[in-house]
Nanobody
Framework: VQLQASGGGLVQAGESLRLSCVASGSIFGGIAAMGWHRQAPGKQRELVAR?????TYSDSVKGRFTISRDNAKNTVYLQMNSLKPEDTAVYYC?????????WGQGTQVTVSS
C-alpha cells in the first residue's frame, strides 16, 4: 500500500488548510482505519485524528480539525480551521490494515503568527 499526502503549505494564523491522503496498491483485507499524525521539530510524533470504527481527535485540535474519509476513493482528508502557530509540523497520514500499518511521506504545514 502506498499513501500519498498533499495539501500542506504556509498560512497565517486563523486560516485554513485541507490535507488529502490517497491510498493505492494492493489493500488485502481492506483498510480498517486511516488517520493523521504530526511531528513538530524536536517533538514526538502525535496522533491528531483517527477515522475507524469511530472518529477521535487529540484535545489540541478538537473543534478546529475535521477528519473525513471517502472509502470508495481510499482517501482520507483533514480539514484544518483556525490554524495556530503551534499546529506547525510535518503531517503524516497512515492506514491500518489487517496486515500492518502503512505511512505516507508527510506534508509540511507552517502557520505564521
Amino acid at each position: 500500500v502506498q499513501l500519498q499526502a498533499s495539501g500542506g503549505g504556509l498560512v497565517q494564523a486563523g486560516e485554513s488548510l485541507r490535507l488529502s491522503c490517497v491510498a493505492s496498491g494492493s489493500i488485502f483485507g481492506g483498510i480498517a482505519a486511516m488517520g493523521w499524525h504530526r511531528q513538530a521539530p524536536g517533538k514526538q510524533r502525535e496522533l491528531v485524528a483517527r477515522s475507524g470504527t469511530r472518529i477521535t481527535y487529540s484535545d489540541s485540535v478538537k473543534g478546529r480539525f475535521t477528519i473525513s474519509r471517502d472509502n470508495a476513493k481510499n482517501t482520507v482528508y483533514l480539514q484544518m480551521n483556525s490554524l495556530k502557530p503551534e499546529d506547525t509540523a510535518v503531517y503524516y497520514c497512515d492506514a491500518i490494515t489487517p496486515v500492518r500499518q502503512f505511512w505516507g511521506q508527510g506534508t509540511q504545514v507552517t502557520v505564521s503568527s
